[in-house]
T-cell receptor, first 117, second 108 residues
Framework: GAVVSQHPSWVICKSGTSVKIECRSL??????MFWYRQFPKQSLMLMAT?????????EQGVEKDKFLINHASLTLSTLTVTSAHPEDSSFYIC?????????????FGPGTRLTVL | GQQVMQIPQYQHVQEGEDFTTYCNSS?????IQWYKQRPGGHPVFLIQ?????EVKKQKRLTFQFGEAKKNSSLHITATQTTDVGTYFC????????FGQGTELSVKP
């Protein structure tokens, strides 16, 4: 149980285009999902908290107009990287704590590797 | 803001040797979690520690939470090549703040 999927698993796009990444909880519901970014050989940096039915909350330094987050349902959150540039190339990972289990344990998606040319 | 520091950044061991990574928080933590990330993979939850002074074991892995709930450690006894990866501590709660991670490599 507690499986989180991400789509796509990798994407290559041209500079200036937008890329949408989906994060789905497959066998549980989550009112909150988290989006992280990880550069090579670095730790995970929290970008934003996705809240079902309300606006996402962004960490300091993360541009909300560039990284659009939509939590459409209790099982789906999307991250759209708008007008992507090469410096946005990174590993994007989502996570979710199962609503029905309580506690703080989070389950991570497999990640999406974005390369912007 | 809250910071979670982790050392060492890298650790290279011979198979069979022990390994320890340490995590320190600038503030008291309600709980701390440990994750393992294999090369090219995503973080996988290992364990959560909640109580002051708590010690938990998972086979060859021993996790400790300090008395002051500001530090934690992960110790692996007799490392195997399957232990290769980066170990992260993170805390607390939903909005996880990750340590820098310790990358473990094991030479057969």
């Amino acid at each position: 149980g507690a499986v989180v999927s991400q789509h796509p698993s990798w994407v290559i796009c041209k500079s200036g285009t937008s890329v949408k990444i989906e994060c789905r909880s497959l066998d549980f519901q989550a009112t909150t999902m988290f989006w992280y970014r990880q550069f090579p050989k670095q730790s995970l940096m929290l970008m934003a908290t996705s809240n079902e039915g309300s606006k996402a909350t962004y960490e300091q330094g993360v541009e909300k107009d560039k990284f659009l987050i939509n939590h459409a349902s209790l099982t789906l959150s999307t991250l759209t990287v708008t007008s992507a540039h090469p410096e946005d190339s990174s590993f994007y990972i989502c996570s979710a704590p199962p609503l029905e289990r309580g506690g703080d344990t989070q389950y991570f998606g497999p990640g999406t590797r974005l390369t912007v040319l | 803001g809250q910071q979670v520091m982790q050392i060492p950044q890298y650790q290279h061991v011979q198979e069979g040797e022990d390994f320890t990574t340490y995590c320190n928080s600038s503030t008291t933590l309600s709980n701390i979690q440990w994750y393992k990330q294999r090369p090219g993979g995503h973080p996988v939850f290992l364990i959560q520690l909640v109580k002051s002074g708590e010690v938990k074991k998972q086979k060859r892995l021993t996790f400790q939470f300090g008395e002051a709930k500001k530090n934690s450690s992960l110790h692996i006894t007799a490392t195997q090549t399957t232990d290769v990866g980066t170990y992260f501590c993170a805390g607390p709660g939903g909005k996880l703040i990750f340590g820098q991670g310790t990358e473990l490599s094991v030479k057969p």
